[in-house]
């Protein structure tokens, strides 16, 4: 094939022209991080100039997920590392990575103070908040009202906190103040013996020692830490009718001069 001048001319117009365009092939991109950890709602948005139209669009991702492939921008996209190949109508491309970022997980840390006896009220909640965005809103939920990130005085029961940051992101955690339940009977009391039966129990539950002539006084508690009902035993036995009670787990505190002893017993 045989080329003139005019012709040669015309061919390296064409190639200047195609080598300009591939050049002049620019991606414009802006981020929206995620808002929340491990929310699902950053986005991607790019501007393509030069080139010839129309452009295609080909994403990948090592560590996000929510591609929509084909799309320009991109939406609902988890935190991660995005890259985009743009290729134009005559083959040329150009490539890109964008980094979503996203906050750290909110955390709560708790230290817990169990009640000592029941009704003693002398448990305490105490939590630190860290991650998220910004200041923290504490919500608190429980058998007493509780604020803030200490509370004292406290009975046995569970405690719920909800914990929002600047974003709206929350956490939520269940906390339990317990009762400290002895387990073995002092020394001077260790020849007197309590029976608390049946257990479960369905009606009447009988709380009985083997000593006459005790002075022993006996309460029941729910597991809120509320006072139900008080017994003076006097004598060798005392019992509670539980049939009206809610099925559940109680505590039975007996008093003996200046030792209590507690007994968890259910309901059914």
Not at 136 to 165: C, F, H, K
Request: aromatic content about 10%; overall charge negative.
């Amino acid at each position: 094939m045989k080329y003139n001048f005019k012709t040669l001319v015309l061919l390296v117009i064409v190639v200047k022209s195609q080598i300009l365009i591939a050049q002049d092939i620019h991606i414009n991109g802006a981020i929206m991080d995620c808002s929340c950890f491990g929310s699902n709602d950053g986005s991607i948005y790019i501007n393509v100039m030069g080139g010839t139209l129309p452009y295609t669009f080909h994403w990948s991702t090592a560590d996000g997920s929510g591609i929509t492939q084909g799309s320009s921008n991109q939406y609902d996209l988890s935190g991660g590392s995005y890259s985009v190949i743009v290729t134009d109508y005559n083959s040329y491309s150009i490539s890109e990575t964008y980094t979503i970022n996203e906050p750290s997980d909110i955390v709560i840390n708790s230290i817990i103070q169990d009640e000592s006896c029941i009704g003693c009220q002398d448990g305490s909640i105490s939590v630190e908040v860290d991650g998220g965005t910004g200041i923290y809103q504490m919500i608190w939920a429980g058998p007493l009202p509780l604020s803030g990130n200490i509370n004292t005085e406290l009975v046995s029961g569970e405690y719920y906190l909800y914990v929002r940051d600047e974003n709206m992101c929350s956490k939520e955690v269940i906390l339990t103040v317990e009762t400290r339940i002895p387990t073995k009977i002092s020394s001077q009391e260790r020849d007197i013996n309590f029976k608390v039966y049946p257990n479960p129990v369905t009606t009447k539950l009988n709380v009985v020692n083997n000593k006459e002539n005790l002075d022993v006084f006996v309460e029941l508690f729910n597991m809120a830490g509320t006072k139900l009902e008080t017994r003076s035993q006097i004598g060798e036995s005392c019992s509670f009718d539980m049939a009206g009670y809610k099925n559940g787990t109680y505590l039975v505190k007996i008093i003996l001069k200046d030792n209590s002893y507690i007994y968890k017993i259910v309901k059914k």
